[in-house]
């Protein structure tokens, strides 16, 4: 099975691409092992001239990357160009940080010298999904090259042409052939190539199934991954938070990408002495989003990816409501082409429902009730997944202690949508993976942390 990109709001097929053979495949192994060979002997101040030099690319053309995004997988346009910025973003952060984040570190020891030194550690595989086809990739990308590793990409099947232009930025911001190879691979072939002593590494941003196997057949082979799996990410509303405050954050957060991300808010826990003021609220700004031409400005809420994707999700939506939970807008598959969803809303969502239970990956949210902040707590902890998750109330000292201590996940933020940032750590725990990208954290995750000791 090769990669076919379809264009989400229409239905109307863009390009497709067959998977490379055997020999190519074993041809780009060996490029990229020996450009590392090379690479790793590059200082800093050529990896992040490098680095920034991919970022200015970003900028200049961010139209155009754009405009694929947004055919390939949906994306409303000025999202799109949103993520193009974003990747600029990062490569600026690690241009000027990365070099410090990798510096060697002095020991005090009782004799002689003892330093901690990080050094790359080879070709790293990663697995990367269709949701942020540029952001995705870089966020792994750039903290990996800045550490003198070499990348091997497995897109997703539905945006080969994000995959290649991706590669495209990078080989015209002067990055040697080999230090970064889109590879049109399918899953068998990226679990092969795990085999091979050249890989060193693997990183998957997906399913809990596909991080399954990423993770036993590296583990097999006693190779170090990094995991994000996705989450159902529960948004606590406390009984002295600023409701339209809560309301538009959850909305937004849910809607987000046309719902289709992992830190969007899913399960909507509001103690019910605000319950219904905020349901009101909420469905307001949940009726608000436009759906719309994704390619123009005014669509705050574009077509699914795919239209398994949204047969899923409905699904979810269907079998929640026979278990008990009630629609309170959307809910339904709209007549003509394309992948489209509305803005849904069920209430009365409760534990052992699939809209409890499992991922939500589009635009339907799942409000719960709960008697109190404990209940709410405990509700927002009963889940396998434990990615991001916000608290909305007036008092940041209750809001700071319930997110440092009581939720758990990766992150937790306070009267804030959950968002990545290249400053801060970002991942996740339980079935939402382990390891963690961005900031300093995320690009000591593919080196080799080594103690050298002198007397």
């Given at each position: ?23 190519e495949?074993?041809?780009?192994l060996?490029?990229?092992?020996q450009?590392?060979?090379?690479w ?13 030099a ?9 139209k ?26 990062l ?8 070099a ?9 020891v009782d004799?002689?010298?003892?330093f ?6 080879g070709?790293?595989?990663?697995v990367m999904?269709?949701?942020?086809p ?16 070499t ?25 040697p052939?080999?230090v ?17 002593g ?26 170090k ?50 319950y ?5 609220l ?9 759906m719309?031409?994704?390619?123009h ?48 809303v ?7 429902m699939?809209?409890f ?10 409000v719960?009730?709960a ?6 707590i ?10 991001g998750?916000?608290v909305f109330?007036r008092?940041?000292e ?13 992150s ?41 000791f002198?007397?």
């Open positions: 099975m090769g990669y076919k990109a379809v264009n989400p709001a229409t239905g109307e097929e863009l390009q497709s691409v067959a998977c490379i053979g055997s020999r495949l074993e041809s780009a060996e490029e990229s092992f450009a590392y060979l090379q790793r002997e590059t200082g800093y101040e050529c990896r992040a001239g490098l680095v920034g991919v970022g200015e690319i970003l900028r200049q053309n961010s155009k990357y754009a405009d694929i995004i947004t055919r390939e997988m949906g994306k409303p346009i000025a999202a799109a160009r949103g993520e193009i910025d974003k990747c600029a973003r490569c600026d952060f690690y241009a000027e940080h990365g410090g984040y990798l510096s060697d570190e002095e020991i005090k004799s002689g010298r003892s901690v030194t990080y050094n790359p550690l070709p790293v595989l990663a999904p269709w949701n942020f540029f952001w995705q990739v870089l966020r792994f990308a750039v903290p990996a090259l800045m550490a003198g590793n990348c091997l990409l497995k897109h997703a099947a539905n945006v080969p042409g994000c995959a290649a232009e991706v590669e495209k930025v990078l080989l015209q911001a002067g990055l052939r080999g970064f190879s889109n590879l049109f691979i399918n899953k068998e072939q990226a679990l092969e190539i795990l085999g091979d050249r890989v060193r590494g693997a990183t998957l941003t997906g399913s809990v199934s596909a991080g399954r196997a990423i993770a036993e057949r590296a583990g097999s082979m006693l190779k991954t990094v995991l994000e799996l996705g989450g159902s990410d529960p948004y606590l509303v406390l009984e002295d938070a600023d409701l339209e405050l809560a309301a538009r954050t959850c909305a937004a957060s849910r809607l987000m990408n046309n719902g289709q991300t992992c830190i969007a808010a899913k399960r909507i826990i509001v103690v019910q002495k605000v219904d003021d905020f349901m009101d909420f469905l307001q700004e949940m009726a608000r989003a436009n719309a031409d994704p390619m400005d005014d669509c705050t809420l574009g077509p699914m990816a795919r239209e398994d994707l949204r047969r899923e999700l409905h699904g979810q939506v269907e079998r929640s409501m026979g278990q008990g939970a009630r629609l309170e807008l959307g809910g339904y598959i709209p007549e003509g082409p394309g992948f489209w969803y509305p803005g849904t069920l209430s009365g969502v409760k534990p052992g699939p809209a239970e499992e991922e939500l990956f589009g635009p339907a949210a799942a719960i009730s008697n109190d902040e404990k209940e709410a405990e509700l927002a902890n009963r889940t396998r997944f434990g990615l998750s916000a109330t008092d940041i209750r809001g700071t202690r319930i997110a440092s201590s009581e939720i758990e996940a990766g937790c933020f306070v009267n804030s949508m959950v968002q990545s940032d290249p400053r801060l750590p970002f991942g996740g725990i339980k079935d939402s993976g382990y390891g963690r990208e961005l900031s300093v954290q995320g690009i000591r995750e593919f080196t080799n942390i080594k103690t050298v002198v007397r």
